[in-house]
């Protein structure tokens, strides 16, 4: 299906855009502003109404509640289409990466929850559970939020993993077609990770957190594992009172007991295990190549190694998966037991195989809007069983239902680098292809970043090129102020 749109004021198309979008986020959604006879949507704004039709449906708006022209006219095109389509859609008209910033603006301006409440429903038709959602995080987020410039974070990327999910859209390759490049690769990064130790011992900063992710880090074989397991201990973590260590172990399929005695040995404090489903047929379907047995059993052998903080990623919304199958999955989970769990949207990324194929007609995906309300729920219930609180979250562009990502974390478990890494108030150095390094001038309230090359290859040829942008950036902030 094709959605054209005449709009007399081609000012607003991005924002009318990015309504129709959450109804219609597969199908192709085209302007114009001149056609006579229209026969599909039209929008007429006029200095305070909005006129919509379609169809036989005709209805014109007013900014009564003074909420700002842009907002206004969003929050007419949802409550049309709202109408229409009979989809109800509870983040209302936000499509924001951080909605909880607009919550921590109004607590700091003194406003109540109930107020604060009342305001998202009035300007963007947001659902009760999902403000006062943004309040909690926004209170929970503040007490961890870094206010000084000399503390830093360090995130490593490893591009490589078993096998591509359909879903997929981040630099990752599968490592049996990249063979040859992952010594070389591994010997890149060990020289980033001694440049950056070097810059840190001299600039004297501090390293809070370090998150190695990816990719799937254990993806490499175990002696690979190990050699760049103990450049990052002996480099980054070794009497630098790091607070945090995470390491994303993601597939099971990737681990092995000498991969997780190595974890162990270098003083990881935190992993993550990521089943996204206990579904196998669901497991099959996005190309990963293990069982849920897998899973438990991989869980299983790291509790005994003693790991004691524990993620799991979950992803509502898979292809193939209803509330059924979100319900096994909780119900597998909560057996498990974990410190936290991360419940992530689907997201279908133009980089992806999925969407490729949702264009090419091979696949048909078109989740029921209410199915997925009840699946998210689900998800949450789990998490109160758990006693977890949700404690970071951030939202994604072409999101299936405009949901969100959340992570719930039993208290003193939370991951301090995804808080950071989402408030962006603390310095990122980030490590490896594809990794992008933030530098937050907290004075100036802006961020420079600089963005080491996706391709492993060039990666590799150009690793010295990298460190000397990185080192120049950072150093436009910490230079002075050493
Ligand atoms: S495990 Fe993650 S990074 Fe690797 S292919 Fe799957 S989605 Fe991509």
Known sequence: MKIDILLNNLNYRYDIYQIFNIFYSLEEISFNHDKEDYEDYKVIIESDRVYISHNHMKKSYEDSENIGCKNFIKKAVFQFLTEETKEHFPWGTLVGIRPSKIALDLINKGLTAEEIISYFNRVYCTDRDKAQLCIDIAKYENSFVNNKENNISIYLGMPFCPTRCAYCSFASNPISACKPLVEPYLLALKKEIEFIRDYINERKLTVETVYFGGGTPTSVDDEQFKFIMKAIFDNLILNKNVKEFTVECGRPDSLSNSKLE???????????????????????????????????????????????????????????????????????????????VTVHGMSIKRASDLHEKILLKQYYYKPNQKELNSMYN?????????????????????????????????????????????????????????????????????????????????????????????????????????
Do not use: W
């Open 378 to 482: 689900e998800t949450r219930a789990l998490a109160e069983k758990l006693n977890m609180i949700p404690y970071y979250m951030y939202r994604q562009k072409n999101m299936v239902g405009n949901m969100e990502n959340v992570g719930y974390t039993i208290i003193g478990r939370e991951c301090v680098y995804n808080i950071e890494m989402i408030e962006e108030k603390q310095t990122i150095i980030a490590l490896g292809a594809d990794a992008v390094t933030k530098v937050v001038f907290q004075k100036d309230n802006r961020i420079e970043r600089f963005g080491n090359l996706k391709e492993v290859k060039q990666y590799i040829d150009k690793i010295d090129a990298m460190i000397e942008g990185k080192i120049k950036l950072l150093d436009s902030l910490y230079k002075d102020n050493n």
């Open 262 to 340: 190595t974890l162990k040995k270098y003083n990881v404090t935190r992993i993550s295990i990521n089943p996204q489903t206990m579904n196998d047929s669901t497991l099959k379907g996005i190309g990963r190549k293990h069982s849920s047995k897998d899973i438990i059993d991989i869980f299983n052998k790291a509790r005994e190694l003693g790991f004691d903080n524990i993620n799991m990623d979950l992803i509502v919304g898979l292809p193939g998966e209803g509330l059924d199958h979100v319900r096994h999955t909780c119900s597998e989970i909560l057996k498990l037991s974990p410190e936290s």
